[in-house]
């Protein structure tokens, strides 16, 4: 379910019941327990049970970059309103007379914009996937199974659809994000206490070193090479960040660059496998949940190429989507793809047998979904005692190069 961000609020996990008697759970934030059931209540839902969130607490929680963020719309807020969406849809309200209450309580203020336009457009007597089609913050998977419902006069329940898949896609990120936070944090902090020992600690024990004469250990002196280095470079400490992040971006904008980085992150000693089932995961619902619409086959190859966010995955699924043109089934052309287990081929293959394709998708994609949980737990419990056991060796390593030259002098006077 779908996650809502304000300042100063806390995040409730709450279970709800929708029109249809079905039991749903998920998470919110909001000032104080009764905002939740007013904001649920809006949504079309009836409120069974709300309470406060134990998760997303100290080091566990989602890892964010001040100032890299801004007035963006995010996959959140695209989930919470197309669950909205729908329930006023189903409730029988107008596009127009939806969209306009959307716009006035959506809390992103770009998506408030984007849906105040949308809804200009509507009244204009344009088709609703043809404006959405007009922002880039609606991705073409979304774009398409709109259009589909549009056709099918299932609006509704494809926007649900599209909330389900959403929410799903935050509820990875999030994991991945969790686990991620540990080390990050423990580097971040590695970094920082190595360069407040290299400017101010080591400079001090410089004068002591000179006055004991002879030659220093190698280990000191590299110690002591580095603190030059920092103290005269310090300015580069400040600006780097941002340079290499910069770097990094332009660097994903580049297709081939960026092939070879996707390429780089699924072989990782560590981290590989985990971002390999998620790209699967990703894989997997994108396309069950297109098929399941009512997208065509090949519409819905190219539209899950572009949207798996994995060069090596995206130009196996164009592979096959060139393959189906030619008459060829979507299972044997992944064959050939190293990156696609021999698990999946055979679900596709028996879906496409059986003619249930999109309902074999989704239960590949809900077994990666677990297989990713499970990867996570066990990630987060390895690498907090080995951040730590880094930690520690760093700031220990400094001490002991820093201690050297005494231990040769205590030794020269016994």
Same mark, same amino acid.
């Given at each position: ?20 008697? @079905? ?24 409120? #069974?049970?709300?309470?406060?969130? @134990? ?20 996959? @959140? ?18 596009? *127009? ?17 984007? *849906? ?42 494809? $926007? ?9 896609? *935050? ?13 990050? *944090? ?80 699924? !072989? ?8 390999? !089932? ?46 189906? @043109? ?7 052309? $992944? ?36 297989? #990713? ?42």
């Amino acid at each position: 379910m779908a996650t809502l961000s304000a300042d100063k609020t806390t995040t409730y996990e709450y279970t709800v019941r929708d029109r249809a008697g @079905k039991t749903l759970k998920g998470q919110l934030d909001a000032p104080d327990d009764k905002a939740v059931a007013a904001k649920l209540r809006e949504m079309g839902y009836a409120p #069974v049970s709300i309470t406060e969130s @134990k998760e997303g607490k100290g080091l566990q929680r989602e890892l964010t970059i001040p100032g890299m963020g801004g007035n963006r719309v995010t996959l @959140k807020d695209l989930a919470v309103f197309s669950r909205q969406f729908a329930t006023m849809i189903g409730s029988g309200l107008s596009l *127009v007379r939806s969209l306009n209450i959307l716009a006035e309580q959506t809390e992103s203020r770009r998506l408030a914009e984007i *849906v105040g336009e949308v809804r200009t457009q509507i009244e204009q007597g344009r088709a609703l996937s043809d404006a959405l089609a007009d922002h880039e913050e609606f991705p073409r998977l979304y774009v398409a199974m709109v259009r589909a419902g549009e056709t099918a006069g299932l609006l509704d329940q494809v $926007l649900l659809r599209i909330a389900d898949t959403l929410e799903k896609d *935050v509820e990875l990120r999030r994991r991945i994000k969790s686990a991620l936070t540990y080390p990050v *944090v423990v580097l971040v902090l590695a970094l920082i206490l190595t360069t407040v020992m290299l400017i101010f600690i080591v400079p001090v024990f410089v004068g002591m070193f000179e006055e004991l004469g002879g030659e220093l250990p190698l280990p000191t002196r590299v110690l002591l090479f580095l603190s030059n280095v920092v103290t005269s470079f310090w300015w580069l400490l400040l600006i780097a960040p941002f340079v290499l992040w910069k770097a990094f971006t332009w660097a994903r904008k580049q297709p081939a660059i960026r092939y070879r980085l996707d390429a780089l992150k699924l !072989k990782l000693p560590v981290f590989g496998n985990l971002f390999h !089932k998620l790209a699967l995961a990703r894989f997997a619902r994108n396309l069950g949940t297109l098929l399941k619409a009512g997208v065509p086959i090949l519409s819905a190859l190219e539209i899950t190429a572009d949207a798996v966010n994995n060069g090596v995955i995206s130009e196996a699924v164009t592979d096959v989507q060139h393959a189906v @043109k030619e008459g060829e089934s979507v299972a044997t052309p $992944l064959q050939s793809h190293a990156v696609f287990p021999p698990m999946v081929v055979q679900m596709i293959a028996v879906g496409e047998e059986t003619g249930q394709m999109d309902a074999m998708l989704m239960k590949i994609a809900d077994f990666y979904d677990d297989e #990713v949980s499970a990867a996570t737990e066990s990630l987060t419990a390895m690498l907090e005692p080995l951040m730590i056991a880094v930690l520690g060796g760093v700031v220990g390593a400094m001490v002991i190069a820093l201690y050297m030259p005494m231990f040769q002098v205590f030794d020269l006077i016994e």
